[in-house]
């Protein structure tokens, strides 16, 4: 199975930051990647497929980029409802596998 | 609008079967991939099941593959998840995303698996 390692697990940032989340997959996955917020309480959402698109109804805040086996999503400017936790996801092969998550909470 | 809508979780004891349903509306349900992912409480999240448009194929991670079987029924713009034979480490929020990119999801349903 690909497994997927997210980095950090806790970022702490303050409104208007720039942050970049990592994700690493164990093996190749080529373009087949995912990114998903959830906020507490919530279902998942989300963000970008296939490493760089952007799910209709996202901000353009929000972008990924990468390939192989590194990945990276980052929030250009944080907005107060962007505090929430962050999941990569991989679909290049099965069993399609998460990572760990990387929480983004307040400075 | 779409919305997809779980029921059929609750308690239950090891080893006893349990059928979660997601109710599909607001797009064409036979033409989109059904899947369910689970989250165990305050943990992250699990690939449980898939099935393509059709029904015809399905896929499984190892750790529910012969105890659970997805469907879907086109007829009634509603998928399903028997689970069978199950274990206090499958007690969690269960989620039905639709597509290849679980693009929307339920509200999720709660198994809670415990004697």
């Known amino acids: 199975d690909i497994q997927m390692t997210q980095s950090p697990s806790v970022l702490s940032a303050s409104v208007g930051d720039r942050v970049t989340l990592n994700c690493k997959a164990s093996?190749?996955?080529?373009?087949?990647l995912n990114w998903y917020q959830q906020k507490l309480g919530e279902a998942p959402k989300l963000l970008i497929y296939?490493?760089?698109n952007l799910q209709t109804g996202i901000p353009s805040r929000f972008s990924g980029s990468g390939s192989g086996t590194d990945f990276t999503l980052t929030i250009s400017s944080l907005q107060p409802e962007d505090f929430a936790t962050y999941f990569c996801?991989?679909?290049?092969?099965?069993?399609?596998?998460f990572g760990a998550g990387t929480k983004l909470e307040l400075k | 609008e779409v919305q997809l809508v779980e029921s059929g979780g609750g308690l239950v004891q090891p080893g006893s079967p349990l059928k979660l349903s997601c109710a599909a509306s607001?797009?064409?349900?036979?033409?989109?991939?059904l899947n369910w992912i689970r989250q165990a409480p305050g943990k992250g999240l699990e690939w449980v099941a898939s099935?393509?448009?059709?029904?015809?194929?399905?896929y499984y991670p190892d750790t529910v593959k012969g105890r659970f079987v997805v469907s879907k029924d086109n007829a009634k713009n509603t998928g399903y998840l028997q689970m069978n034979n199950l274990r206090s480490e499958d007690t969690a929020m269960y989620y039905c995303?639709?597509?290849?990119?679980?693009?929307?999801w339920g509200q999720g349903v709660m198994v809670t698996v415990s004697s």
């Open positions: 296939n490493t760089n």
């Open positions: 607001g797009f064409t349900f036979s033409s989109n991939w």
């Open positions: 093996q190749n996955i080529n373009k087949y």
């Open positions: 995303a639709r597509g290849h990119h679980f693009d929307y």
């Open positions: 996801f991989q679909h290049n092969s099965w069993p399609d596998t």
């Open positions: 099935i393509n448009p059709d029904g015809s194929s399905t």
